[in-house]
């Protein structure tokens, strides 16, 4: 176990429709990462959250939002839904020392599968 | 050019044999690389961390990084059927850690 949790487990939501998932990061953590894992493929990066701000961003649309709380948990939400958003959605946490610092591991929450009909 | 690469396998080995996973990157700046074990409906669990030339050992888990030809591997001794799952290569750049698609493993008992 990581420490790192996530709700909900399963989520089911209708093309169209807004969908909000959370994390919680390991104790003593900072920074979350949010990852879209499709079927068969590697995790999507899709942004980082440090000191409550976005630092870094993947190829994925606006309607892919999310926030950091001062308790470092986050949020990722998720507007107009498309049938092509059903994954697994992955949250990570690492503790940054320093902006640009690249050597840090990150721990995996068990995940959301979201399916979208 | 992807920027994280590995063979999709699947890889089969005999029970207790070596089992050797590759993965190549394309961006030479990449400073930290990762192996994560995935099992089947399971979220991805950190195994190893390699951050210098060489190798580094963590008992039976070998990782090997060569930032010459932009190299990674990932060697298992006296492979075990646990040890059947996707591990998956991740390669950190700018504060984001991209991932390859993943090699499947199976150990045959």
């Known amino acids: 176990e990581t420490g790192v949790t996530q709700s909900p487990t399963h989520l089911i939501k209708t093309r169209g429709q807004q969908v909000t998932l959370r994390c919680s990061s390991q104790s003593g953590h900072n920074t979350v990462s949010w990852y879209q894992q499709a079927l068969g493929q590697g995790p999507q990066f899709i942004f980082q959250y440090y000191r409550e701000e976005e630092n870094g961003r993947g190829n994925f649309p606006p309607r892919f939002s999310g926030l950091q709380f001062p308790n470092y948990s986050s949020e990722l939400n998720v507007n107009a839904l498309e049938l092509d958003d059903s994954a697994l959605y992955l949250c990570?946490?690492?503790?940054?020392?320093?902006?640009?610092?690249?050597?840090?591991?990150?721990?995996f929450g068990p995940g959301t599968r979201l399916t979208v009909t | 050019q992807k920027e994280v690469e590995q063979n999709s396998g699947p890889l089969s080995v005999p029970e207790g044999a070596i089992a050797s996973l590759n993965c190549t990157y394309s961006d030479r700046g990449s400073q930290s690389f990762f192996w994560y074990r995935q099992y089947s409906g399971k979220s991805p669990e950190l195994i190893m961390s390699i951050y210098s030339n060489g190798d580094k050992e963590d008992g039976r888990f070998t990782a090997q990084l060569n930032k010459a030809s932009q190299y990674v591997s990932l060697l298992i001794r006296d492979s075990q059927p646990s040890d059947s799952a996707t591990y998956l290569c991740?390669?950190?750049?700018?504060?984001?850690?991209?991932f390859g698609k993943g090699t499947r493993l199976h150990i045959l008992p």
């Open positions: 990570a946490s690492s503790l940054v020392v320093a902006q640009g610092a690249s050597s840090y591991e990150q721990y």
């Open positions: 991740a390669v950190n750049r700018d504060d984001k850690i991209i």
